[in-house]
């Protein structure tokens, strides 16, 4: 679905935000703190119900209010509003009287593919970052073989539980079904992880990179089960029996899966500048959309924040090409707009900081 408009209040700086959205490409730009990532942070809660930016959302209100409210107006005329009051769960309401408590149905339906600055650098994130880039796209892609992952959760939390209450008798059974898992989980990942290569090596995203990234043809990545995989699961288990009693937690396993990128044999954190990097994330994500489009028919709005940071103003006009070229709804924020003014094709909106207020010219 394509966001045709978007109404703030109280949302943390804007006392009140209506604002139209391009079905192309939306720009704000303006200096830092001046409240440009608190418009992608609110329609990515409008989305998800989170923030990327903390885990307590009643940040999100203003101090001196006591809810904040969001409205996402699509272009065929339906509505996503969520209410948020201090110390209470969101609530949903959508196409202006259609009520739901489930996030999880929202997300299904309305998918969006978010890169903020944690996410721009995959060569140096932590295996965590990593292994959520995989699960969105198993979320959408492999819906049944997603279970297999809050089994996975599942398992760790009970194992840890017996960890933390010396129960080692339980111990036991929970080894037995995480060695039964963890092959089904690896075969899983490995077959995206393959996917994620072959759109490396064929897809349109990536021959309009290369046109200034020759480079980009050598990436490649390998999956990393979590664990060594010289030798057997089940031994690792064994072989850290001791220390997990010590640390009351698994310490190896597919729930610490992950993956590494390379160029040829190469870490690419080892040769690739920090503006190259943040390129392979760019291109990792829309990849990701790619590939949700692919099996869903759905169409992902992307989000990118800070985006200008690092990114040379060719590689920009790159990004632009593609994402003008395949009609991608994008709503991104820059400290500068000196890379998109010269395209006629992007909404610029000026974001400014007065007070205790933000506003959009």
């Known amino acids: 679905m394509i966001i045709k408009e978007i109404k703030l209040d109280s949302f943390r700086s804007y006392e009140f935000l209506e604002i139209p959205i391009n079905k192309g490409i939306t720009l704000f730009y303006g200096d830092n703190g001046s409240g440009k990532s608190s418009i ?26 006591n809810q904040a409210q969001s409205l ?31 996030f999880t149905k929202l997300v299904k339906k309305h998918p969006n593919c978010l890169i903020e600055n944690k996410e721009f650098f995959f060569t140096t994130a932590n295996p965590e970052q990593k292994r959520n880039f995989l699960n969105k796209i198993l979320f959408y ?42 092959p089904k989980v690896t075969k899983l990942n490995e077959s995206l992880c393959e996917k994620i290569n072959n759109y490396l090596k064929n897809s349109s995203l990536t021959t309009v990179f290369e046109e200034k990234n020759p480079w980009i043809k050598d990436l490649n990545i390998k999956y990393d089960p979590g664990y060594d995989k010289s030798f057997n699961f089940s031994d690792i288990l064994a072989k850290n029996f001791d220390k997990d009693r010590i640390m009351k937690r698994t310490s ?28 392979i994330s760019i291109i990792f994500h829309l990849i990701q959309r790619e590939i949700i489009i ?20 060719e590689n920009a006009n790159l990004m632009l090409k593609y994402l003008i070229n395949n009609s991608v709804q994008t709503i991104m924020t820059s400290i500068s707009f000196s890379h998109f003014i010269e395209h006629n094709e992007v909404f ?14």
């Open 72 to 102: 996402l107006v699509f272009e065929d005329g339906k509505t996503i509003k969520i209410t948020k009051k201090k110390d209470n769960k969101a609530h949903i309401l959508q196409n202006r009287g259609e009520k739901t408590d489930n």
């Open 294 to 313: 692919e099996h869903t028919n759905l169409t992902p709005i992307l989000l990118m924040d800070d985006i200008s940071s690092e990114l040379d103003k």
């Open 40 to 65: 992608i942070e609110s329609i990515y809660f409008s989305l998800t119900g989170k923030s990327f930016r903390t885990n307590d959302t009643n940040q999100l209100i203003q101090n001196t209010k």
């Open 348 to 361: 610029l909106f000026h974001v400014e900081h007065n007070g205790e207020h933000s506003n959009v010219k």
């Open 252 to 279: 190896e396993g597919p729930h610490k899966r992950s993956f590494n990128i390379f160029l040829k044999n190469t870490s690419a954190s080892e040769v690739l500048s920090r503006g190259q990097q943040k390129i």
């Open 141 to 182: 892609v492999e819906q049944p073989n997603a279970i297999l992952l809050n089994e996975v959760k599942k398992i760790i939390l009970q194992r840890a539980g017996c960890l933390k209450n010396n129960d080692f008798n339980q111990i036991k059974y929970w080894d037995e079904q995480l060695i039964d898992i963890e």
